[in-house]
């Protein structure tokens, strides 16, 4: 997932944004509420997690604002206050879950994992195209009980066609999911990853997963129609 992390403490940013890249996810950091407010309108996040105390524009009203343009994007509100009726006015602002700090790294991943779960009922925590089966737990992939080394971004990459499959899904999705905001599109390592990605789960052996569409982008599935 990409995420929007808005935390006007460096250090606490800093955290999260490590442990969640450690974990795969793509992340993105606003240090105040008007940062934030201007990445989540111009960029597809699947989760955010809010500070609620922050300069510009505090966690509540960013959420109510995003909420009045129609992006319904999951939000983890963060917050040292853990009064009852603060969390009720987080909730009522459109946030969606409410974790006090200090926090275990631990409890974040699991509470964004179950913001994916319901927004998605489909979603689990494996993901199988054919014979390929991907754990989001433990990051681990197979394919016919043959277990695939990946890197991070590799996994982070395959989940993406996966999640998607069998439709297919153009470079600019790829990089809008699975890189930051500080990526340059211009480049190619799109396509060196793909190559890399191919030579991983279509060995010769293998029948082949990973598509290349033209004009289109990419697609893992079982045959190209």
């Known amino acids: 997932m990409r995420v929007l992390v808005a ?10 944004r490590q442990g969640l890249t450690a974990e795969g996810y793509s992340v993105d950091v606003a240090a105040d509420g008007d940062e934030a407010l201007w990445l989540a309108a111009i960029h597809p996040y699947d989760a955010m997690v809010l500070d609620v105390m922050m300069p510009a524009k505090d966690g509540f009203t960013v959420v109510r604002q995003l909420r009045r343009k129609n992006i319904t994007t999951p939000v983890l509100f963060l917050t040292s206050r853990s009064e009852v009726e603060d969390r009720v006015r987080g909730l009522d602002a459109g946030g969606d879950d409410y974790l006090t700090k200090p926090f275990s790294m631990a409890e974040l991943l699991a509470r964004l994992r179950a913001l994916l779960r ?34 991070r971004r590799e996994f982070a990459l395959l989940e ?10 153009s470079k600019t999705a790829i990089v809008e999911h699975v890189w930051d905001q500080h990526f340059d599109s211009e480049t190619n ?4 990853y793909m190559k ?6 279509d060995r010769p052996e293998w029948k082949p997963l990973l598509h290349t569409i033209r004009g289109v982008g990419f697609a893992v599935r079982e045959a190209v129609e």
């Open 160 to 169: 993406f066609l996966m999640s998607a499959s069998p439709k297919p899904v």
């Open 189 to 192: 390592v799109v396509s060196v």
């Open 7 to 16: 935390e006007d403490v460096g250090k606490v940013a800093e955290h999260i």
């Open 196 to 201: 890399h990605l191919r030579r991983k789960i």
């Open 118 to 151: 319901r927004q998605r009922p489909q979603a689990t925590n494996t993901i199988r195209v054919f014979d390929l089966e991907l754990d989001l737990i433990s990051h681990h992939a197979t394919r016919g009980g043959v277990k695939i080394e990946l890197t």
